[in-house]
């Protein structure tokens, strides 16, 4: 069954605008993950956030992350064209081997 | 980082004839490895877990009997679809996990059944 919750399912900016992608999930978990995908193809990892850390940045990707909510939001900053994705959060549920993934965002910049 | 190959990349075939996907670790051991199914527009839903040597485990709803699992080795696991069906088409990708935890994904197998 699906952990994770997104919103929104579909965003459509433009180029040079912020994104910011939300995920919800129900269980304890011992990390977060945010992965994009590209239509048709395979997933490509962006960024992990432990359960003990709030807040974590890559490059032009601010991910942070509130156990008490349950809740975590990934930032794409300055977004560009390239960006145009879907991405999906995936939780590593407490005491379970298993990475579970939400419904994902399907993120359009336009130009 | 660590590289997980799939094959075939591609593949159709008549419905009730089974397909077999190989997934493979390239550079690491996999002591654990999952399967995902992804239909159009959806997410990864979660098939079945693996670790080498034992039965796989297969998440609620996923029949085993027509979902074969096989983890030999700790770089190879196959996925059987027997007897396949148009509803099989999807897009299969596996995924494994190291020592350190650290989990990387293959890039998937796309399934069309005529």
């Known amino acids: 069954s699906q952990q994770g919750e997104e919103d929104p399912q579909a965003l459509s900016i433009q180029e040079g605008e912020n994104a910011t992608m939300n995920c919800s999930y129900k269980t304890s978990i011992n990390n977060l993950q945010w992965y994009r995908q590209n239509s048709g193809r395979g997933l490509v990892h962006l960024i992990l956030i432990r359960s003990n850390e709030r807040e974590k940045h890559s490059g032009r990707l601010r991910v942070t992350l509130d156990t008490s909510k349950k809740s975590s939001s990934l930032l794409i900053t300055a977004s560009r064209a390239a960006d145009t994705a879907s991405y999906f959060c995936?939780?590593?549920?407490?005491?379970?081997?298993?990475?579970?993934f939400g419904q994902g965002t399907r993120l359009t910049i336009n130009p | 980082g660590a590289v997980v190959s799939q094959h075939p990349s591609r593949v159709i075939c008549k419905s009730g004839t089974s397909v077999k996907i190989e997934c493979r670790s390239l550079d690491f051991q996999a002591t654990t490895m999952f399967w995902y199914r992804q239909f159009p527009k959806q997410s990864l839903m979660l098939m079945a877990t693996?670790?080498?040597?034992?039965?796989?485990?297969?998440e609620q709803g996923v029949e085993k009997d027509k979902f074969l699992i096989n983890h030999a080795s700790l770089t190879l696991s196959t996925l059987t679809v027997t007897s396949a069906h148009p509803e099989d088409s999807s897009f299969y990708i596996c995924?494994?996990?190291?020592?350190?935890?650290?989990?990387?994904f293959g890039p998937g197998t796309r399934l069309t059944v005529l």
């Open positions: 995924s494994a996990r190291g020592a350190d935890n650290e989990q990387f």
């Open positions: 693996s670790n080498e040597g034992s039965k796989a485990t297969y």
């Open positions: 995936a939780v590593r549920i407490q005491g379970a081997q298993k990475l579970v």
